[in-house]
């Protein structure tokens, strides 16, 4: 197609025939208009890629790693590349989008897909056009560059300016119909001399740089959307947010012990209504007509376990054993694919229930959530609470030293005591179940296990399984070669 005979704002005019061409100037960029993009990217290199083939546009360096093939901004070789990064993780000067609407042959603003041209004429409209178009020649696809102040981020490519950035592009994508799968890495080069028959026809439409702010703003408003606000303080001192974080806790453990009460009364009840649920249990499967019974029984037994713990019941290894089996056996009836039974040894089953056990009484959760409204703290209370909790230490720390023997200091006397109480009695635990492995251990294989033997078993680390040893061993309880 050759270039039009004469230009009117926004159309085409070919003799007697005017063509809609979204309001965009067909003017081919020149050399000036390449040079002026340059300038404002006040890059001395590029990253470029000749073809589609990006493996190519990387080199490997004498110590084996990969490192870009970088070309300067003056050479004739950047004129070969249809492909370039105009923006990298940590620096960017435009804002680039790529539109996946196929419009028609020719390479022309008139090729363009009618709906994305009236797009074009609405963002010019509102003095928000693009600066620069490129449009494929072969199916009237086209990607568009907006001029921005630069922006900048660390090493790892976070900063606010590039979140910023990041939702300005997402939000002009969107309305523009852009491709979702488009990396803003490589795109078309507006540098591009060649003469390969697909390279993207590039327009100039103006030198106007916009304050990627500023722009989203008059997006949003543009386009009706919703305007970011930041979030409000919703409380007048530190002490209102102290006690209505107080207030959400306690609403929380309350909401907290009721479901459990109900899980606890309901849940045996409520299994037989569940149409996944065979006679309680939930079966997994390897494929259709083969249950994975090992998986299935363990997960039942697991959650047998939570049930006895939400309950106030004991975690015994009966109980949980039984539970592995039963859930075994209905596995075994209707998914055995022609295997027999083969149920674990005892000695695997009991430690199959200590590892249950030891997963049920080390289970947390994390955060808080009001029972009413389930809504959490926002950052700003967060980082207002750990201020204040930061101070409350230092305040703490003056009450000790000028009344130790005061109100406040016992009653942290007595919390530290409980808390040492309950650790001295969780290690006794731990040293009895490991003496009394070891004992079992020598008494069916005549020799004492080994240390890795003895984690395996008891699931404790190797610092608190030497521990327990050396104790056990000072005491002379532990048998003899």
Request: with cysteine; net charge positive.
């Amino acid at each position: 197609m050759s270039l039009p005979n004469h230009y009117v704002a926004g159309t085409t005019r070919h003799t007697d025939v005017t063509l809609f061409t979204g309001d965009l100037d067909d003017t081919p960029a020149g050399y000036t208009d390449r040079d002026a993009l340059l300038a404002h990217l006040d890059r001395q290199v590029l990253h470029g890629s000749k073809s589609r083939d990006f493996a190519s546009a990387y080199l490997t360096t004498k110590d084996g790693t990969r490192a870009p093939r970088m070309y300067r901004i003056n050479s004739d070789t950047l004129g070969k590349c249809e492909y370039v990064q105009l923006t990298n993780k940590q620096y960017a000067a435009v804002m680039v989008i790529d539109i996946d609407v196929p419009g028609t042959a020719g390479g022309h603003p008139v090729n363009l897909n009618d709906e994305v041209k009236a797009k074009f004429s609405q963002l010019i409209a509102h003095n928000m056009g693009p600066a620069w178009v490129g449009i494929n020649p072969v199916n009237g696809k086209c990607q568009a560059l907006w001029l921005i102040d630069p922006i900048y981020a660390d090493v790892s490519g976070q900063s606010r300016h590039m979140a910023l950035l990041a939702a300005a592009t997402h939000t002009l994508g969107q309305w523009l119909g852009h491709d979702s799968h488009f990396a803003h890495r490589f795109s078309r080069s507006p540098f591009y001399t060649g003469d390969s028959p697909t390279a993207y026809r590039w327009y100039r439409q103006h030198h106007h740089i916009r304050r990627v702010g500023d722009f989203l703003k008059e997006l949003r408003t543009m386009t009706g959307q919703e305007q970011y606000t930041k979030p409000r303080q919703q409380f007048s001192s530190g002490r209102e947010l102290i006690t209505a974080v107080k207030t959400r806790r306690e609403e929380a453990q309350r909401f907290k012990a009721l479901s459990q009460d109900v899980e606890s009364e309901l849940a045996g009840e409520l299994d037989q209504y569940d149409p996944e649920l065979t006679q309680g249990v939930r079966v997994l499967w390897i494929r259709e007509g083969r249950a994975a019974r090992d998986e299935t029984a363990f997960r039942h037994a697991l959650k047998i376990a939570h049930r006895l713990r939400q309950s106030g019941q004991r975690m015994t290894d009966a109980a949980i054993i039984d539970a592995y089996e039963q859930a075994y056996a209905i596995a075994q009836e209707i998914g055995a694919d022609g295997r027999k039974l083969e149920l674990p040894p005892m000695r695997d089953r009991q430690t199959m229930a200590r590892r249950v056990r030891g997963y049920v009484t080390q289970a947390k959760t994390h955060g808080y959530v009001s029972a009413s409204g389930g809504k959490q703290a926002t950052a700003t209370e967060r980082k207002a609470l750990a201020t204040m909790g930061r101070r409350g230490g230092k305040k703490a720390a003056e009450r000790w030293e000028k009344d130790p023997n005061g109100e406040y200091a016992q009653k942290r006397r007595e919390t530290l005591s409980k808390t040492h109480k309950r650790k001295r009695i969780q290690g006794l635990s731990n040293r009895q179940k490991v003496g009394q492995f070891v004992t079992t251990f020598w008494i069916e294989t005549d020799r004492l296990p080994s240390w890795k033997e003895i984690q395996k078993e008891t699931g404790l680390s190797r610092a608190t399984v030497a521990r327990h040893m050396a104790t056990l061993k000072k005491a002379g309880e532990l048998p003899t070669d």
